[in-house]
């Protein structure tokens, strides 16, 4: 088949299924990053628009003072994220970040479940000055804005 | 003084690029203007002056000479020397000027080494080299100058992230940034081939080892980076789909698919233009990669040398070099004449499919990392991640190591199926037996396929050196069976660690012990020791496999002061079958500690599946070489023969 096919045709031939496949991936990509792409949610945001239970988010705040509680297996801990606004109660099961205390910022990678509460898979802190996930380096200014609001 | 030595160097070298650009382009238009013959050493000169430039900045770091503002912000008297050492190239100015080293040494080899191609091509090859470096020294002298001073001195210096206070530091950094630089010169090769309508085969041949040489380093620097974030940050994974992993996937990916298209290329005249295209895009790739790990646009766990203001320069440099590329192409690509043909069935076809698939993998991984930056201009703030980017790939990635391991057994041009069945009828049995047995032990879809797949490839990997004698095969052929049988390695490590990896999360007292899979651990003694700038809470743990001899592993709980940091360091077990894996957490209000523990059967076949893919690169770029080597000597014996005829 191929033997008839002239010059010109060859390259063009490959050339198309080329193309097919590479908007073949486009698609897909697109379909999925729609699909499974994780986005980012201040406790307000999670309370009034919640997301669908099992789909992966992340949720940034502040750990509540006085809301970090330790299960009694040691290592399954709860805390509350709050934005001076709204309050979501977290559950992570894990070592914490090293950075990770009551009064600072968070990130919590994970699901809301059906009963309004949060299941964090992973937990990002402030690692030092240098690094600061960016969710947060944007939340912190955010509350600096609010807290000069507030005292006006 | 060292440092002011150190920055005049760069501004001469920068100099030299210019003067290089500049006679370099002339020659194409006047190949006999006096300029010509100094191309080559200007090349070599700038590669001097430049790698001279970074062992000023080595030695600074060397003495801690806090005036220099780099030192001040990233180093420490009390740093031990490795680190200090490392440091240099451990942050954003360091790093750009290791980047310009490389390049220019890249530039200076092929100016000293390069004896195949044709020269104007070559002198076209070292001008759009200097074109491309000389982005980087305007970066480098306007707005990351490394050699910057402190007035006044400050008394004493920052510290290095307590994170990159590794061996792991020293080793591969450089080792990926030879891979993305040396890609500068596939890149340099494919516009100096268009610029002067030499894409041929003997072009492919000359630009194949250098692409083969970046790609070894790449393929080193991924494989290491990974074991060393997988012990580094204790979180168990080897591969997070992080912007900065993708970065130096992406490369690697489009530098596959160019080093077996450069194959077809040298050996069959085929892929003229899609050989130079993926020149271009391999190094474009490369510079997207050094975006997003030095732009900061991109949240990551790996990003340290980071500074927000510096990405729009880089993303502008981007922009010119692959824009102009890209019109140089589009100009010249209707002169590249159509190469061989070949049947639908044949070796180039196998070599076609699977360049397509490494392509549309590559677009899955950018357009995943690039997602995020897209979402956020539209205001919304999204993070991708192994949900999206496992599934997405492995459409593609699966039907592309079928064809690997049939490939390499079709025929160049024509060849029919029925020739090669009853090679596969054996590795098929294998799949397909290996499949159901997992699935009748509940093994989930994607690892069942990775495991049955990666035992069929050890098996069709060693088919082309069937009915061959081992002293007569080829380096080149040892090569490519060495490279092919290590991705099938590395597919079984990551299937079997998906698939069978067991993980402990506790809190226990000191004297209890644990089980995870075959191991039981005890806590033995929680105590307090010190380092060079840290101290420690060091866990004693008493594994015993099975029952048997107990080994200790010491996992530590670190806290740096300068600067001020915990990390935690995992204490890892190798066993031929597998890895235990232990990381020390917080101690709980109750005087119990959390420990995490992993079994991890058959992982470390990643890291070694990856270190034989990069010993396949080796075997085959030895072979060219040295098949190069001979030719040369060939081609001058019979030079001096002739002349001494003449004499006669």
Known sequence: MSAALKPKHQRLVLVLAATAALIAAALLAAWSLRNQASYFYLPTELVAKPPAAERAVRLGGMVEAGSLKTAPDGVTIGFVVGDGKARVPVTFRGITPDLFKEGSGVVAEGHRQADGTFL????????????????????????????????? | MIATAGLAALWFAAALA????FSGFLALRQPDNPLTPVVRPLAMAQAGLVAFAFLCLIIVFVQTDLSVALVAANSHSAKPMLYKVA?????????????????????????????????????????????????????????????????????????????????????????????????????SFAVGALLTREVSPNFARAMRPWVLGAWIFLTLGITAGSYWAYYELGWGGWWFWDPVENASLMPWLAATALLHSVSVLASRNALRAWTVMLGVVAFAMSMVGTFLVRSGVLTSVHAFAVDPTKGTFILALLAINIGAAFVIFALRAGTVSEGQRFAIVSRESALVFNNVMLSAVLGIVLLGTLYPLVAEAMGAQVSVGPPYFNPATAVFVVPMLVVMGIGPLLRWRRDKLGRIKHFLVLPALVLAGVAIWLSLRGVHLMPLLGIALGTMLLMVALVPLKGRRLRTVTLPLWGMVVAHFGIGVALLGIACDSAFSTEKLVAARVGETVSVGPWLIRLGRIEPITGPNWTALEATLNASYGGGSTSELKPQARSFWTPVQQTNESAILTRWNGQLYTVLGEEAEDGRWQLRLWWKPFVTLIWLGGALVALGGALALLGRVLSD????????????RRQQQGRL
């Open chain 1, 120 to 152: 964090a898979d992973n937990l990002l802190a402030k690692h030092d000055e240098k690094y600061v996930p960016r969710e947060m380096q944007q939340m912190t200014t955010q509350e600096a804005r609010q807290k000069v609001e507030a005292t006006k």
């Open chain 2, 18 to 21: 210019v003067l290089q650009l």
């Open chain 2, 87 to 187: 440091g240099a190239w451990g942050n954003h100015e360091g790093s750009m000027l290791l980047w310009v080293t490389i390049m220019a040494l890249a530039g200076g080899f092929v100016a000293l080494l390069e004896k195949r191609l044709p020269e104007p091509t070559l002198l076209a090859t070292l001008g759009s080299q200097a074109f491309v470096s000389l982005g980087f020294y305007a970066f480098l002298l306007l707005a990351s100058n490394p050699f910057a001073r402190l007035d006044p001195v400050p008394a004493e210096g920052n510290g290095l992230n307590p994170l990159l206070q590794d061996p792991g530091l020293a080793f591969h950094p450089p080792t990926l940034y030879v891979g993305y630089v040396g890609l500068s010169v596939a890149f």
């Open chain 2, 629 to 640: 080597l001979r030719r040369f000597i060939a081609i001058d014996k019979i030079a001096y």
